[in-house]
């Protein structure tokens, strides 16, 4: 069907520019947009210079032997593998204890909890928790686990016993116990992101579909058998998305291990396990590990940055680098386990 | 212009439950008796007093709001899993007073199984889906898992469908499927009852007609007592309608009175489709 040529067509230009209040409200939209690009881009920029210049100071430092060598008075010999090691149990019994007691509150509060005002007290304060500054968890950790750790070894006759937190006692010569030992410090930074851990765990289980629950139980599962087998599972992505992500900030923390009194300048591994080996070869040395002295790496590069020498800035740049790649290869762990276990859940 | 005509009537497919049942020979499977439902402070079932009778289907209608879905949920106790809901009166399902303090509700839920609106597959294989309740009752032997798994498929009418790939995801299946998997992992936990809240309404007709062809096969076996929003869907599959309006339980009968000569001005209004 043709339109007849005599139709009234409004007479209207879609050449741009034509209406002058058009024109003002693009060029406005133009502004925002390109001053929001410009935030963005240029924190980026400070971030790249930044890198780039820690990379370049690391020259001259920063080769294998930089993570084979422990420290060392001579900066062309210091190394990290004391920082690392160090930095590896703190992060280990870190999780351990920050996974159970995270999950178990974020599926309690989520889950189990009526709500009652308890409960919602808990729930606000969380987010206040996280922002805490992890010095003060450092104060509150040297006040409360060190001071035990000091009492459990006096209990346990010295220096002469490993106490497990007073569980178990094991008997080993010449083995002296510190207070300033990796459980200590692994139990404060266990305070410095448990609230974290709670919220990203919380997040991720109210993500789950209440459908899922309901027909659980409507298949008369129970609310255990709900939460393990339904629930837990289809969190999973989001809690351990959180619990990576947390547990590299945790590795990142110095104040707090500073503050309770861990060594910044040793050569020596907890436990005295330099290598992955010894942790299968050596037993009794494992089981040492976890109330030894240590070092770790944020405060290994605090030591080095301070130290007057300038040959080493080439050294605390290079423990910047590993630290960081560190801190990218678990938080790449992070966005793999994301991606794979989202994957399998469509709903 | 013939084709409009001939959506309107009931597909040729669709046979219908035998609506020459004769429900007075069948012991009652559910007796509620003086229902009062509460959420919070509102009430919104009103001194509900209904009889379900064994092995036929019990179609429950009303407009949005009515209280229907309330009641289907008390007879499981789904409605305890909400803050504030409370209830009184009596509900005996097969002889026993469920709202008692006593009764084991994962016991009751075992026993009465429940079919939603949107079906809701767990994000697991469909193996695992239809095993999920045998297994949390505690079975593990695989063998007397996949038989079971395989006799509900087939009376879900799903097995042909999913024999193949019963290890892949149950999301993958197209939401009638999906909503058979549904009825047949409610299957595999044995029920005698079971509660459909509107199990077609989010279905495409050919869907829609497979689930009701299913549900006229399995009253044989067991207890149905469906929600429904549709008139035609009620008078298809049900032996006994029961017509609920703003919580009180209006009119109860056999479908073919309801349908044909209600004794309530109410029910007649709502059938006819001048409210609702």
Same mark, same amino acid.
Request: glycine share 6%.
């Given at each position: 069907m043709n339109i007849p040529d005599s139709a009234a067509i409004p007479t209207v230009s879609f050449i741009s520019g034509a209406d002058g209040r058009i024109r003002r409200r693009l060029l406005l939209s133009r502004v925002f947009a390109g001053t929001c690009r410009f935030a963005t881009y240029s924190s980026l920029a400070v971030l790249v210079v930044l890198l780039v210049a820690i990379v370049y100071s690391s020259v001259g430092r920063l080769s294998p032997d930089f993570v084979?060598?422990?420290?060392?008075?001579?900066?062309?010999?210091?190394?990290?593998?004391?920082?690392?090691?160090?930095?590896?149990?703190?992060?280990?019994?870190?999780?351990?204890?920050?996974v159970p007691v995270g999950v178990g509150s974020a599926v309690y509060l989520e889950e189990i909890a009526k709500d009652s005002f308890i409960v919602r007290i808990i729930k606000v304060n969380l987010a206040n928790l996280a922002g805490v500054p992890s010095i003060v968890y450092g104060i509150l950790g040297y006040t409360v686990f060190r001071t035990s750790a000091a009492t459990l070894s006096i209990w346990f006759d010295g220096n002469h016993a490993i106490g497990v937190l007073g569980l178990f006692r094991v008997r080993l010569s010449k083995l002296?116990?510190?207070?300033?030992?990796?459980? @200590?410090?692994?139990?404060?930074? &266990?305070?410095?992101?448990?609230?974290?851990?709670?919220?990203?765990?919380?997040? #991720?289980?109210?993500?789950?579909p209440s459908s899922i629950r309901v027909a659980s139980l409507a298949l008369g599962a129970t609310r255990w058998q709900t939460i393990w087998r339904q629930v837990i599972p289809a969190a999973l992505p989001g809690i351990s998305t959180g619990v990576i992500l947390s547990t590299s900030r945790a590795i990142g923390e110095a104040a707090p291990l500073i503050m309770l009194g861990a060594l910044t300048y040793t050569s020596m591994c907890p436990g005295n396990i330099d290598s992955p080996v010894k942790l299968l070869t050596r037993p009794t040395q494992v089981l040492h590990a976890p109330l030894d002295q240590f070092t770790a790496m944020p405060i290994e590069i605090?030591?080095?940055?301070?130290?007057? #020498?300038?040959?080493? &800035? #080439? @050294?605390?740049?290079?423990?910047? @680098?590993?630290?960081?790649?560190?801190?990218?290869?678990?938080?790449?762990?992070?966005?793999? @386990?994301?991606?794979? #276990?989202?994957?399998?859940?469509?709903? | 212009?013939?084709?409009?005509?001939?959506?309107?009537?009931?597909?040729?497919?669709?046979?219908?439950?035998?609506?020459?049942?004769?429900?007075?020979? *069948?012991?009652?499977?559910?007796?509620?008796?003086?229902?009062?439902?509460?959420?919070?402070?509102?009430?919104?079932?009103?001194?509900?007093?209904?009889?379900?009778?064994?092995? $036929?289907?019990?179609?429950?209608?009303?407009?949005?709001? !009515?209280?229907?879905?309330?009641?289907?949920?008390?007879?499981?106790?789904?409605?305890?899993?909400?803050?504030?809901?409370?209830?009184?009166?009596?509900?005996?399902?097969?002889?026993?007073?469920?709202?008692? $303090?006593?009764?084991?509700?994962?016991?009751?839920?075992?026993?009465?199984?429940?079919?939603?609106?949107?079906?809701?597959?767990?994000?697991?294989?469909?193996?695992?889906?239809?095993?999920?309740?045998?297994?949390?009752?505690?079975?593990?032997?695989?063998?007397?898992?996949?038989?079971?798994?395989? $006799? !509900?498929?087939?009376?879900?009418?799903?097995?042909?469908?999913?024999?193949?790939?019963?290890?892949?995801?149950?999301?993958?299946?197209?939401?009638?499927?999906?909503?058979?998997?549904?009825?047949?992992?409610?299957?595999?936990?044995?029920?005698?009852?079971?509660?459909?809240?509107?199990?077609?309404?989010?279905?495409?007709?050919?869907?829609?007609?497979?689930?009701?062809?299913?549900?006229?096969?399995?009253?044989?076996?067991?207890?149905?007592?469906?929600?429904? *929003?549709?008139m035609q869907q009620a008078s298809r599959v049900s032996h006994q309608t029961a017509f609920f309006y703003k919580g009180i339980l209006e009119e109860t009968g056999p479908t073919s009175k309801i349908f044909t000569s209600p004794s309530k001005k109410a029910t007649q209004d709502y059938i006819t489709g001048r409210f609702g």
């Open positions: 084979t060598n422990t420290n060392s008075a001579n900066p062309a010999k210091a190394g990290m593998l004391a920082g690392l090691w160090g930095s590896f149990w703190l992060i280990l019994f870190t999780s351990l204890f920050s002296p116990l510190y207070e300033d030992n990796i459980l @200590v410090g692994a139990l404060t930074l &266990t305070l410095v992101i448990l609230p974290t851990v709670i919220a990203a765990s919380q997040e #991720a289980l109210r993500s789950v605090y030591d080095w940055s301070k130290n007057p #020498a300038p040959q080493f &800035t #080439a @050294v605390a740049a290079s423990g910047i @680098v590993v630290l960081l790649i560190v801190l990218l290869a678990i938080n790449s762990v992070a966005m793999i @386990v994301r991606y794979y #276990a989202s994957r399998r859940l469509k709903w | 212009m013939a084709s409009i005509t001939q959506t309107k009537s009931v597909p040729p497919s669709v046979t219908g439950v035998d609506r020459d049942l004769d429900m007075s020979a *069948h012991p009652a499977a559910i007796q509620v008796r003086g229902l009062d439902f509460f959420y919070g402070e509102l009430k919104v079932l009103f001194n509900v007093s209904l009889t379900v009778p064994e092995r $036929s289907v019990t179609a429950l209608i009303g407009p949005s709001g !009515c209280g229907k879905s309330t009641f289907l949920r008390t007879l499981n106790r789904m409605n305890d899993l909400i803050e504030g809901a409370r209830c009184v009166g009596e509900i005996l399902v097969e002889g026993q007073n469920i709202m008692d $303090s006593a009764v084991d509700v994962v016991l009751l839920r075992k026993h009465v199984g429940m079919v939603f609106q949107k079906s809701t597959p767990f994000p697991k294989s469909i193996f695992d889906n239809v095993a999920y309740g045998p297994r949390v009752a505690g079975e593990k032997n695989r063998s007397v898992l996949a038989d079971l798994v395989e $006799s !509900c498929l087939k009376k879900a009418a799903l097995w042909e469908e999913v024999k193949d790939r019963l290890t892949t995801s149950a999301m993958s299946l197209s939401g009638g499927q999906q909503q058979r998997l549904c009825i047949a992992r409610t299957l595999a936990t044995n029920p005698h009852i079971i509660l459909m809240d509107e199990p077609a309404s989010a279905l495409d007709p050919a869907s829609t007609d497979r689930i009701e062809n299913l549900i006229g096969e399995l009253c044989a076996n067991y207890t149905i007592v469906i929600v429904t *929003h549709n």
